[in-house]
Nanobody, 124 residues
Framework: QVQLVESGGGLVQAGGSLRLSCAAS????????ISWFRQPPGKEREFVAG????????YYADSVKGRFTISRSNAKDTVYLQMNSLKPEDTAVYYC?????????????????WGQGTQVTVSS
């Protein structure tokens, strides 16, 4: 089992920045990729960004490319999502998820391990 705990969400004005963290614990040896998803109010959960556990590859949704950056700290088993130039449409609950395969999947049902989520609200 892998446990994930997100933090760093909050309320920010449009154009501002936030950095989300996802701390992984447990059997992280089985983790080969980790991603961020988000679920806006009343909408489906959607892929935001993903990174391989070795940090050799990253992938972003078109909606966040150039504004968000995903990174991983090897020492801390923590993944970060730096979010810049935030827009009201970025408002959502953000989740991190771990997969046991090294391919960065974009479908949420391919991820067996999830955190509890952290709320990000961007005001206009």
């Amino acid at each position: 089992q892998v446990q994930l705990v997100e933090s760093g969400g909050g309320l920010v004005q449009a154009g501002g920045s936030l950095r989300l963290s996802c701390a992984a614990s447990g059997r992280t040896i089985i983790a080969n990729s980790i991603s961020w998803f988000r679920q806006p109010p009343g909408k489906e959960r959607e892929f935001v960004a993903g990174i391989t556990w070795s940090s050799s590859s990253a992938y972003y949704a078109d909606s966040v490319k150039g504004r968000f950056t995903i990174s991983r700290s090897n020492a801390k088993d923590t993944v970060y999502l730096q979010m810049n130039s935030l827009k009201p449409e970025d408002t959502a609950v953000y989740y991190c998820a771990v997969n046991t395969v090294s391919t960065i999947a974009t479908m949420s049902n391919e991820y067996p391990y999830w955190g509890q989520g952290t709320q990000v609200t961007v005001s206009s």
